[in-house]
């Protein structure tokens, strides 16, 4: 719980003026049924202790992702997993994009570590480029973290480049944190858990938060092959961090394959229609991959809309942007009609 300790994040509807949410980039379509179901059929035994090896869960993932069972670690969260990698790691010199998912700093802060950021340059908008490779060996940092595709930019690294961070971080001896947690809303993005067992140094995070809407569920995953590492940051969790409604709801949510389809179908066609309406708009907009799209203003339009009682992410508490950058999820049409709505009364009435 947060006390008199500012939230840095979107997702915060609960003071009662918020009529439509774009700020929080979950599933469009909510939860699963399965899963809604799975989760009222665990309450009759919420008596019990959760499992603390999350066995079955773990299981179900194995088969889900195709990687060994013993290469997956489970949290409450992807953020709880953020924080375990950090404690077991205890990194001295760390390296991230600039802007990325803050709570790698937070986390990597919270042990001591010195944060070094790549930028992004608007000019290539927001694309990782060759030059990454470069900042890898000017500073051999101990890890490096990596959103694939890019919170909040959703740009995706091209995989051959990809590829390349990665052999050249075994070269270097750095270990390799790659976040694929909105992968599954991608068309064309190529994970890089088949080099799991080539790469011990790679660990790859996960969560069912966003793909499934399951947010206030808290689960996510880890995978790598370097056991040693999954030992460690097990040591730094108490033993029943992932609940027992949370293993459930995750087992069920793995069979939701035709809904991850679904959810994909309707992200790509609604992020397009509401990127050329903010182009239409005068807007700098950014390619997205993913399920929410960043885009550049003006400083208050947030404010404003949360005056009509739409919610959009001020991203100017991002390392690399400033003020008058928005994230704005990819919701079903009629939402995003309304969004747009909004904006157009905005600007008329600046």
Request: proline share 3%.
């Amino acid at each position: 719980m947060l006390y008199n300790v500012f939230n840095p994040h979107g997702g915060d509807i609960y003071d009662g003026s918020v009529k439509l949410d774009f700020s929080a980039n979950t599933n469009p379509f909510g939860v699963p049924d399965a899963v809604r179901r799975a989760i009222a059929d665990a309450a009759c035994m919420v008596d019990r202790y959760p499992d603390p090896y999350c066995r079955k869960l773990t299981e179900a993932l194995a088969g889900f992702e195709n990687v060994k069972r013993e290469y997956i670690f489970c949290g409450n969260g992807a953020a709880d997993i953020i924080y375990s990698y950090c404690e077991a790691v205890h990194p001295r010199t760390a390296l991230e994009l600039a802007p990325t998912f803050l709570e790698y700093t937070a986390a990597l802060e919270k042990v001591g570590c010195r944060v070094l950021r790549h930028t992004l340059e608007i000019r290539d908008d927001f694309a990782l480029t060759e030059s990454f490779l470069e900042c890898l060996n000017r500073y051999k940092p101990e890890t490096v973290f990596l959103c694939n595709p890019n919170n909040p930019t959703g740009r995706l690294i091209e995989s051959g480049l990809l590829f390349k961070v990665l052999e050249e971080c075994r070269k270097l001896n750095i270990r390799l944190f790659v976040d694929e947690c909105f992968m599954d809303f991608t068309v064309d993005g190529i994970s890089v858990k088949s080099k799991l067992s080539e790469y011990k140094n790679l660990i790859i995070l996960k969560a069912f938060t966003k793909s499934y809407g399951m947010a206030g569920v808290r689960l996510g995953y880890c995978m790598t092959s370097d056991s040693e590492l999954l030992r460690r940051m097990s040591e730094t969790v108490q033993p029943w961090n992932v609940s027992l409604l949370a293993q459930e709801a995750g087992i069920a949510a793995l069979n939701e394959t035709e809904f991850l389809k679904r959810t994909v179908e309707l992200v790509c066609t609604e992020r397009k229609w509401l990127a050329e309406k903010l182009r239409s708009m005068g807007f700098h907009v950014t390619d997205s991959s993913a399920n929410f799209i960043l885009f550049k203003a003006f400083a208050g339009l947030d404010i404003r809309l949360r005056e009509m009682g739409v919610a959009i992410r001020n991203c100017s508490n991002y390392k690399g942007l400033e003020e008058g950058f928005y994230r704005i999820a990819v919701r079903r049409h009629h939402e995003n009609e309304s969004l747009v709505s909004a904006i157009k009364k905005v600007m008329t009435g600046r």
